[in-house]
């Protein structure tokens, strides 16, 4: 009984071998890979951790450094989709510019809610802007330009909440 199991184990062995050899080598290099990470790893999370440190945080940008695109008839030459990621940038500049930065985990309709429930007077618009930005980075089919109405309107506000600040100081 156990001679013959041990020549067909034999035989397969041997009819296989390129496989197995194949097989082994792979186990024994995914091994090394495990044991080097969590050897090394505490001290590349050490590293990256001093090297994040280390780097200054990019400077955040104010709504003064944009331009108006509709204002000035850059929209109407852009593509939907930049026009769209243009506004959302500037829109999160005029909210820091208020207190209101968008944390890095926030999606596009959280900080439109946070700052529509907190700034009442571009509530729709944010909102619709934040509909645009998820239709421009998920849908399969582009932005349509009338849908882009919103956005002109946002500007306005923004522009127009940007004067009254002036007038103010």
Request: no cysteine.
């Given at each position: 009984?156990w001679?013959?199991?041990v020549?067909?184990?034999?035989?397969?062995?041997?009819?296989?071998?390129?496989a197995?050899v194949a097989?082994?080598q792979g186990?024994?290099d995914a091994?090394r890979?495990l044991?080097?990470?969590l050897?090394?790893?505490?001290?590349?999370?050490a590293s990256?951790?001093?090297k994040?440190q280390?780097?200054?945080?990019p400077r955040?940008?104010?709504?003064a450094?944009?331009?108006?695109?509709f204002?000035g008839g850059?929209?109407s030459r852009v593509?939907?989709?930049?026009?769209?990621r243009?506004s959302?940038?500037?829109f999160?500049a005029w909210?820091?510019?208020r207190?209101?930065?968008?944390?890095p985990?926030q999606?596009a309709h959280?900080?439109?809610?946070?700052?529509?429930?907190?700034?009442?007077?571009?509530?729709?618009e944010?909102?619709q802007l934040a509909e645009?930005?998820?239709?421009s980075?998920f849908a399969?089919?582009?932005?349509p330009r009338?849908?882009?109405?919103?956005?002109?309107?946002?500007?306005?506000?923004?522009?127009?909440?940007e004067?009254?600040?002036?007038?103010?100081?």
């Open positions: 009984g001679g013959v199991l020549v067909v184990v034999g035989a397969a062995a041997w009819w296989y071998r390129s197995i097989a082994v186990l024994l091994l890979r044991w080097a990470g050897l090394g790893g505490a001290a590349k999370k990256a951790a001093a994040k280390a780097v200054s945080p955040r940008r104010t709504f450094e944009f331009s108006d695109p204002a850059q929209a593509a939907a989709d930049q026009l769209i243009y959302f940038e500037a999160e909210s820091g510019d207190g209101f930065r968008r944390r985990q999606t959280e900080f439109a809610e946070v700052v529509g429930e907190r700034l009442p007077a571009v509530d729709r944010v909102r645009l930005v998820s239709w980075a399969e089919e582009p932005v009338e849908r882009l109405k919103p956005l002109e309107k946002l500007w306005q506000r923004m522009r127009m909440a004067t009254a600040g002036d007038a103010r100081r």
